[in-house]
């Protein structure tokens, strides 16, 4: 089995030297064809990058790697099998991205809410039970000045680009220690996270979930009845006073 902290440490280990920068995409005659900074373009990014890695550190500890599709939670999953073929440790690992620009407030989306939480087996790769771990890596990014646009006489080679972004920090937490109580996109049933100002700061900030000695279960109780609690429920102290959420404490 591995802890989180294992994880952690393994991870920055075997990146250690990396910028996480890149170009574009290179075809075979080293011509660059820029990305732009889409938030949807940078996630996709991250997660190829870090893909090797977690491999990698599922390799040195006897896991198992698999991906799901776009619309299936979790980007990975790496599983650990006892002798007889039971998971032993099953942990869910989501790449998560979003941009520092300024003063502004930051917040990541973790998951619908209207999926594996409520039913066992939607959206998500094996059922929700069978996970005993659900941890993200967050990248936190500035966005870089677009590239010129170019034609066929004067496209750019390799070395000629200018990354799209910065990476500002990376992060790795338990997903339910920067859990907030409100959606993190609009309309959309995606759970929010913390809102924080400082890209440093979401790796030890402590969401409202993180006081209580069951700490998911009062995460995963709160998101199931969305509706219904964030209308009784605004800030932690209101959460953590709230009669339905004492056993958790």
């Known amino acids: 089995m591995i802890t989180l902290k294992d994880f952690e440490r393994a991870f920055f280990a075997y990146t250690q030297d990396w910028t996480w920068e890149i170009q574009g995409f290179i075809d075979e005659q080293n011509?660059?064809?820029?990305?732009?900074?889409?938030?949807?373009?940078?996630?996709?990014?991250?997660?190829?990058?870090?893909?090797?890695?977690?491999?990698?550190?599922?390799?040195?500890?006897?896991?198992?790697?698999?991906?799901?599709?776009?619309?299936?939670?979790?980007?990975?999953?790496?599983?650990?099998?006892?002798?007889?073929?039971?998971?032993?440790?099953?942990?869910?690992?989501?790449?998560?991205?979003?941009?520092?620009?300024?003063?502004?407030?930051?917040?990541?989306?973790?998951?619908?809410?209207?999926?594996?939480?409520?039913?066992?087996?939607?959206?998500?790769?094996?059922?929700?039970?069978?996970?005993?771990?659900?941890?993200?890596?967050?990248?936190?990014?500035?966005?870089?000045?677009?590239?010129?646009?170019?034609?066929?006489?004067?496209?750019?080679?390799?070395?000629?680009?200018?990354?799209?972004y910065d990476l500002q920090t990376i992060f790795i937490r338990d997903k339910t220690d920067i859990v907030g109580l409100r959606a993190g996109s609009g309309n959309t049933a995606n759970i929010g996270s913390i809102k924080l100002k400082a890209p440093e700061g979401f790796a030890t900030a402590r969401g409202p979930f993180s006081a209580f000695s069951q700490a998911k279960a009062a995460c995963d109780f709160y998101w199931s009845q969305y509706e219904h609690y964030s209308r009784e429920i605004s800030n932690a102290a209101e959460l953590h006073g709230h009669p339905d959420f004492a056993r958790f404490l």
């Not at 790496?78 to 300024?102: M, N, P, S």
């Not at 930051?106 to 409520?118: E, P």
Request: hydrophobic content about 35%; overall charge negative; charged content about 20%.
């Open 31 to 164: 011509r660059v064809y820029p990305i732009d900074s889409d938030t949807k373009v940078i996630s996709t990014v991250f997660e190829r990058l870090s893909s090797p890695v977690l491999r990698s550190i599922a390799k040195d500890h006897g896991f198992v790697v698999a991906n799901a599709n776009q619309t299936t939670y979790p980007d990975f999953t790496l599983t650990l099998f006892d002798a007889w073929g039971e998971v032993r440790q099953r942990i869910a690992i989501d790449i998560k991205t979003t941009y520092h620009y300024q003063d502004r407030w930051m917040v990541f989306t973790l998951g619908s809410y209207k999926s594996f939480i409520r039913n066992n087996t939607k959206n998500i790769l094996y059922p929700y039970s069978t996970y005993t771990d659900h941890w993200v890596i967050g990248f936190i990014y500035s966005r870089n000045d677009a590239f010129e646009e170019y034609d066929l006489s004067n496209i750019p080679q390799v070395g000629d680009i200018q990354c799209p």
